[in-house]
């Protein structure tokens, strides 16, 4: 008897490589159509169009209509949870002959985990937050000190609103390239849109690499006591 959830079907979604590759593109929380999905994952708009509505049917995916149009996203944050969890799973497997190029060094700088900040400059913010004392951390989230509190709302944060939220409110990200977790959840998303609000940190269209400005880079050594190189 199997006890506990069923993940063969979902493993199943995510194992095939044209999928794979699909919900990795939608990594960075955008919307996007099935042909530019179908670019993504090397196969054809008729091939692709298979392949989303098996993730749609499989709630891995939303669609949404504008018209004759209709865009495919991540379904929710728990899948990309899941998503980024399997890459920390993948880089500890057996390796393959894959050519290097300046993307990769950039995805380990600084990308979009879904709708928060991740890789070295995710890790090394989190872990500021924590040794100003902003943010505390245990085995399952990181919560807000009310040392902490005063400063981001001073940084420009909403934290009641943010404390309203139905989702989890910090929580523990564990970062596929850094292997230590950076900060998810409502505070880190509501933090990412502040930076970007800022002119610190630019997101390419077709990219989850986030380049980080020179004001950006300024603005986090005089209020995180940050420096990334």
């Given at each position: 008897?199997?006890?506990?959830?069923?993940?063969?079907?979902?493993?199943?979604?995510?194992?095939?490589?044209?999928?794979?590759?699909?919900?990795?593109?939608?990594?960075?929380?955008?919307?996007?159509?099935?042909?530019?999905?179908?670019?993504?994952?090397?196969?054809?708009?008729?091939?692709?169009?298979?392949?989303?509505?098996?993730?749609?049917?499989?709630?891995?995916?939303?669609?949404?209509?504008?018209?004759?149009?209709?865009?495919?996203?991540?379904?929710?944050?728990?899948?990309?949870?899941?998503?980024?969890?399997?890459?920390?799973?993948?880089?500890?497997?057996?390796?393959?002959?894959?050519?290097?190029?300046?993307?990769?060094?950039?995805?380990?700088?600084?990308?979009?985990?879904?709708?928060?900040?991740?890789?070295?400059a995710g890790v090394g913010l989190t872990n500021a937050l924590v040794e100003k004392g902003?943010?505390?951390?245990?085995?399952?989230?990181?919560?807000?000190?009310?040392?902490?509190?005063k400063k981001l709302e001073q940084f420009g944060l909403d934290i009641a609103a943010l404390?309203?939220?139905?989702?989890?409110?910090?929580?523990?990200?564990?970062?596929?390239?850094?292997?230590?977790?950076?900060?998810?959840?409502?505070?880190?998303?509501?933090?990412?849109?502040?930076?970007?609000?800022?002119?610190?940190?630019?997101?390419?269209?077709?990219?989850?690499?986030?380049?980080?400005?020179?004001?950006?880079?300024?603005?986090?050594?005089?209020?995180?006591?940050l420096s990334l190189n």
């Amino acid at each position: 008897m199997i006890e506990g959830p069923y993940i063969a079907e979902a493993a199943s979604l995510v194992g095939d490589p044209a999928r794979a590759n699909m919900l990795s593109a939608m990594m960075d929380g955008r919307a996007r159509t099935a042909s530019e999905l179908a670019y993504v994952a090397g196969v054809t708009p008729q091939t692709a169009s298979g392949h989303l509505s098996k993730l749609a049917e499989g709630q891995m995916v939303a669609v949404e209509k504008q018209g004759r149009h209709r865009y495919f996203r991540l379904a929710n944050k728990e899948v990309a949870n899941a998503l980024e969890a399997l890459m920390v799973l993948a880089t500890k497997g057996a390796r393959r002959h894959r050519p290097t190029g300046p993307r990769d060094d950039a995805m380990r700088f600084a990308r979009t985990c879904y709708d928060h900040l991740a890789g070295r400059a995710g890790v090394g913010l989190t872990n500021a937050l924590v040794e100003k004392g902003i943010l505390k951390s245990d085995d399952e989230a990181f919560h807000l000190t009310s040392a902490g509190e005063k400063k981001l709302e001073q940084f420009g944060l909403d934290i009641a609103a943010l404390n309203e939220s139905r989702r989890a409110f910090a929580s523990r990200c564990l970062d596929w390239s850094e292997r230590t977790p950076h900060m998810g959840g409502a505070l880190g998303a509501a933090l990412f849109r502040e930076l970007e609000d800022r002119g610190w940190v630019e997101k390419p269209k077709d990219s989850r690499t986030v380049t980080l400005t020179k004001s950006g880079r300024a603005g986090l050594r005089r209020w995180f006591d940050l420096s990334l190189n």
